[in-house]
């Protein structure tokens, strides 16, 4: 692809911390991705805190805008997009903010710290429906969970018997590890581990019209105090883990579908699966194992047996890698912002299907994630629309 002909997208990043580092990282490696005709170019850093933007100025050479006050950026006509990745009680309004700006985002999940905050995000896209706005989700881009996403859009699975998708940690196990904002109520928001987690985990699922017609959540608080900065105890009062029961339904047909959010699943770091079992075809595929796949092709009377295979490193948007290397977290992240920019240059027309989560989905997340609540509070199980 000669230069000439590659559309360059000009990002602002709005919150330098984890994952506008990651953004930057992935913009700074798009030589990885083969021939396409769109890259993303940052040229903007936007933080309250000096220190993060100070990454940026260092390691991000296009940056030519450094600033505190996120307005600045918006006002600048020269840039086409924003990847927004703040603290959630911050979704809302700098989000509408973006969207009444006319700037393409990918805003980071929750997508707002509550129901009400969703729907205001949506409300504000409502009214300006021609901006591109997509949530973060990279773990469809795993090639074994693309893989899966293939077989269901084929229908090769037969009538769907059940669904595990979860995403699990572990780091919280210990007790000594100091509070920060994500487990505080205030900035996370009431959600807990299903804010921080649930849309990687809801993402497939509703992507394959799986909306949950129904919940049970059982959430759990087992740490109930932390230390902050200076070793003293502090209440944290987030959900640590929740498991959602929950009904969905496919080609006229209902099924139960468990859905888990873990801060503290012992022995887990980062671990994003998703298991389906089918009538004709089961697969799974978890990121603990991320080069593994196994499906369980079946015909009447057949034999049932699973197969597993090493996955090559064939991504949605090919790559350099070897087919024979290893695809990680940082590969995934590439490859969700590779179908952002996609979908930003070339609208329906992208290289490839699969689109980072819509806030139509981020909007069913909040759904969910409210009536899961709802259960805790009441014991019961909650119907949705
Ligand atoms: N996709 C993923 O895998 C993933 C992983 C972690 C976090 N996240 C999400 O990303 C978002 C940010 O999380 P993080 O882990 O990067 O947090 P972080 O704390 O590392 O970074 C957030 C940054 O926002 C900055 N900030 C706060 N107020 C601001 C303001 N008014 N204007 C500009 N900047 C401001 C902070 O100074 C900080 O540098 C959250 O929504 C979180 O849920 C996504």
């Known amino acids: 692809m000669s230069k000439a002909t590659v559309r360059e997208i000009r990002f602002g990043v709005i919150g330098c911390g984890l994952m506008g580092r990651e953004f930057a990282s992935a913009a700074g490696r798009w030589c990885h991705l083969v021939d396409l005709d769109f890259a993303p170019r940052i040229v903007a850093a936007c933080d309250t805190d000096s220190a993060a933007t100070g990454w940026f100025e260092r390691n991000v050479p296009t940056v030519r805008l450094v600033t505190a006050d996120y307005r600045r950026l918006l006002d600048d006509p020269q840039i086409d997009a924003v990847y927004c990745a703040v603290p959630h009680n911050l979704h809302e309004r700098i989000y509408g903010d973006v969207i009444r ?96 987690l649930g849309m990687h985990v809801l993402h497939l699922p509703l992507r394959f019209g799986w909306k949950p017609r129904s919940v049970r959540g059982l959430l759990s608080n087992v740490m109930r105090e932390r230390p902050e900065g200076a ?62 796949l196994a499906w369980l092709p079946y015909r009447a009377g057949g034999e049932q047996v699973w197969h597993e295979i090493d996955v090559p490193y064939e991504s949605a948007y090919p790559a350099i890698t070897g087919g024979i290397f290893e695809f990680g977290f940082s590969d995934a992240i590439l490859q969700m912002w590779a179908a952002f920019c996609d979908e930003l240059a070339r609208g329906r027309d992208m290289h490839q299907p699969l689109t980072c989560a819509t806030p139509e989905e981020t909007a069913a997340s909040h759904e969910v994630f409210t009536a899961a609540l709802e259960s805790q509070r009441t014991g019961k199980t909650i119907a949705l629309s």
Not at 254 to 272: C, D, E, Q, Y
Not at 278 to 288: D, M
Request: glycine letters at 12%.
């Open 101 to 196: 700006a006319g700037k393409g985002l990918l805003g980071e999940k929750p997508f707002g710290i509550d129901l009400a905050a969703n729907r205001a995000i949506c409300g504000a896209l409502g009214e300006h429906p021609d901006v591109l706005v997509r949530c973060s989700s990279q773990f469809p881009f795993f090639p074994g969970a693309y893989k899966i996403g293939q077989w269901v859009r084929e229908g090769r699975f037969g009538r769907i018997i059940e669904v595990e998708a979860g995403f699990w940690h572990s780091s919280d196990l210990n007790p000594d590890k100091p509070i920060n904002w994500k487990r505080l109520i205030a900035v996370n928001g009431e959600y807990g581990c299903m804010g921080d």
């Open 231 to 292: 070793g003293r105890k502090v209440p944290c009062q987030t959900w640590d883990n929740a498991i959602l029961a929950c009904e969905a339904a496919a080609g006229g047909e209902t099924f139960p579908m468990v859905l888990s959010t873990k801060r503290i699943a012992p022995g887990h770091a980062n671990t994003w699966f998703l298991n389906i079992y089918g009538t004709q075809l089961s697969a799974r595929f978890s990121t603990r194992n991320p080069k593994r």
